[in-house]
Nanobody
Framework: QVHLVESGGGLVQPGGSLRLSCAAS????????MAWYRQAPGEQRDLVAY???????VYADSVKGRFTISRDNAKNTVYLQMNSLKPEDTAVYYC????????WGQGTQVTVSS
């Protein structure tokens, strides 16, 4: 019964920024890996970035240098700071805990368009 609440999505112009948040609550014994995935219409869900409990981060090549993932363990919250947004970043962004077979949020829409 883990509940993930995502927020921060919206419509921005190319070059703009957004900050996504995902707060976890419920029966959580431990959160090792926290991640953000995204899925555009007609495409598969792909990893954007993840961060381990130790603070190690991994980014998809398409977002390196533009996105930053971080976490607040005390708040069970993961963030995704997205800068220099491009139209190809348009997708539904999903929060994930402990891998693809772990827990998923409902998704938040990010649209980058002029």
């Amino acid at each position: 019964q883990v509940h993930l609440v995502e927020s921060g999505g919206g419509l921005v112009q190319p070059g703009g920024s957004l900050r996504l948040s995902c707060a976890a609550s419920g029966s959580i014994f431990s959160i090792n890996v926290m991640a953000w995935y995204r899925q555009a219409p007609g495409e598969q869900r792909d990893l954007v970035a993840y961060i381990t409990s130790g603070g190690n981060t991994v980014y998809a090549d398409s977002v390196k240098g533009r996105f930053t993932i971080s976490r607040d363990n005390a708040k069970n919250t993961v963030y995704l700071q997205m800068n220099s947004l491009k139209p190809e970043d348009t997708a539904v962004y999903y929060c994930n805990l402990n891998g693809p077979r772990g827990h998923w949020g409902q998704g938040t829409q990010v649209t980058v368009s002029s």
